[in-house]
């Protein structure tokens, strides 16, 4: 199960690594904003588990998720569209104070990291947080000094599943893609990976909609990081 296998024998020139739910176990403070979010107007809090099943998609998902009250919003009626801004503008502000404040780095992160970089391995984030929030979790993690580059939610005008993110994060890299992997978490992640035409390594602990990832095609699924080495 060794990372070497996808590239005959030898590590990848370059690592895209989505954030929330595979390097980091952020669902506590996600799970605070957004109970503090539908305290202050007048809802019945979510709790950390089903906010852990909402995660994925970047902030603006999440709160629709959160008003919906269940996963699969989009299948209800329109949301207010008032009612909505409030609420992400409640949000953003909830999570400014808490992000970072109970988030963890996942076990065998650290392990993974260190030798990728010593195996000369390009590293970046490329995730669909905004980036308002995420260099300071990177930074609150002591995990920002591994990563050349940092792709977050509004630094294009699109987010993953769709390819572009990857494919700046591999330019600004200055990366060869036949040389590259995606790490991730979520059918968001897998999704992204196929669209770049990367090869994609899912980890069973993060955040995928409370769905098994094992069967959504990653080349590679394991319970930590540290499998890999």
Same mark, same amino acid.
């Given at each position: 199960?060794k990372l070497t ?12 690594f989505d954030l ?41 998902v999440l709160v ?35 992000? #970072?404040?109970?988030? /963890? =780095?996942?076990?065998?992160?650290? &392990?993974? %990291?260190?030798? $990728?970089? *010593? ?33 977050? #939610?509004?630094?294009? /005008? =699109?987010?993953?599943?769709?390819? &572009?993110? %990857?494919?700046? $994060?591999? *330019? ?33 602990? #993060? ?23």
């Open positions: 199960m296998e996808l590239f005959d024998g030898q590590w990848p020139q370059t690592l895209l929330d739910g595979t390097l980091v176990d952020s669902a506590a403070d996600l799970a605070a904003a957004v109970d503090q979010m539908l305290t202050e107007m007048g809802r019945p809090t979510a709790g950390a588990e089903r906010v852990r099943q909402w995660v994925g998609n970047g902030a603006a629709q998720r959160a008003l919906a009250g269940r996963h699969d919003h989009e299948a209800g009626g329109p949301l207010d569209e008032a009612t909505y801004r409030q609420a992400l503008d409640r949000f953003f502000t909830a999570y400014a104070e808490h992000n #970072g404040r109970h988030a /963890t =780095v996942f076990e065998g992160v650290e &392990a993974f %990291l260190t030798a $990728a970089r *010593e195996q000369g391995c390009k590293l970046a984030v490329v995730t669909n947080k905004p980036s308002a929030f995420t260099g300071d979790l990177l930074e609150q993690m002591g995990l920002d000094h591994w990563f050349e580059v940092t792709v977050s #939610g509004d630094t294009l /005008t =699109v987010k993953k599943p769709d390819p &572009a993110p %990857l494919h700046h $994060a591999l *330019e600004a890299l200055g990366a060869d893609p036949a040389r590259a992997v995606m790490v991730g978490d979520s059918i968001t992640d897998i999704r992204a990976a196929r669209n770049a035409g990367l090869p994609v390594v899912a980890v069973r602990y #993060g955040y995928n909609h409370g769905e098994a990832i094992d069967t959504l095609g990653a080349e590679r699924v394991v319970d930590s990081l540290a499998e890999l080495l």
